[in-house]
Structure formats: structure tokens, C-alpha cells
């Protein structure tokens, strides 16, 4: 199992990224697998993730309206869509994979501790 994510940068408030997760040894579409993101001197915090196939998607309060969780099947890749960045979700965004239904993406660190792969991160800087 592999992942890779990437897509991150140097971006102004108000401003949009879409980070790319590549995965391969697994497929995507019905697995769980989530998004987090790990601020300097914080703990990794869940950002959006989903548990499997037809269950909802989670959104951390912080970015919910703002950001938006996909998969594309075909490519077998997940995408975190990131709209109006703010100076506060600057952080080292990864994404994971568990073998194994996850707890909701806000229940920290269940949902952390349960992930069982992880990709290396991408960071991404808010600032003007």
C-alpha cells in the first residue's frame, strides 16, 4: 500500500489548493481513508475523511463550506479541494488509509491512531 500526496504551496488568504493523494497496493473507492493535517508545534488533527462506501463524508468544523473530499475511481486518487485558505489551515497536509472502519474524522486521536497507512505529507503555507 502506497500513497502520495502532493499539490501543496504557498498560497494567500482567500486563495485555493487542491491537494492530490495517489494510491496504489489498494483501491480507493469503498476504503477508508481521510485527510489530516499537522500544524507546527499541534497534534495531527483529522481534516476530512470517510469510512467506506455510502457512509457520509466527515469535515472537520474548521473547514467545513470551505473544503470539499473526492474520489476519482479511474485514477485511483483523492483529492482535497481547498477553497478561501485561511492563515490558520497552514499545516502539513497528509493522507491515510485504514484497513478498517474509522471512528468520525474529529474524534482525535482515535481516528489518527486507527489509520494504518500514511502518505508522506505536502505542505501547504497560507500568508500574504
Known amino acids: 500500500v502506497q500513497l502520495q500526496a502532493s499539490g501543496g504551496g504557498l498560497v494567500q488568504p482567500g486563495g485555493s489548493l487542491r491537494l492530490s493523494c495517489a494510491a496504489s497496493?489498494?483501491?480507493?473507492?469503498?476504503?477508508?481513508v481521510g485527510w489530516f493535517r499537522q500544524a507546527p508545534e499541534k497534534k495531527r488533527e483529522g481534516v476530512s475523511c470517510i469510512s467506506g462506501r455510502g457512509v457520509p463524508i466527515d469535515y472537520a468544523d474548521s473547514v467545513k463550506g470551505r473544503f470539499t473530499f473526492s474520489i476519482d475511481s479511474a485514477k485511483n486518487t483523492l483529492y482535497l479541494q481547498m477553497d478561501n485558505l485561511k492563515p490558520e489551515d497552514t499545516a502539513v497536509y497528509y493522507c491515510?488509509?485504514?484497513?478498517?472502519?474509522?471512528?468520525?474524522?474529529?474524534?482525535?486521536?482515535?481516528?489518527?491512531?486507527?489509520?494504518?497507512?500514511w502518505g508522506k505529507g505536502t505542505l501547504v503555507t497560507v500568508s500574504s
Open positions: 497496493g489498494f483501491t480507493l473507492d469503498g476504503s477508508a
Open positions: 491515510a488509509t485504514s484497513r478498517t472502519p474509522i471512528p468520525p474524522c474529529t474524534k482525535v486521536p482515535q481516528v489518527v491512531d486507527g489509520m494504518d497507512y
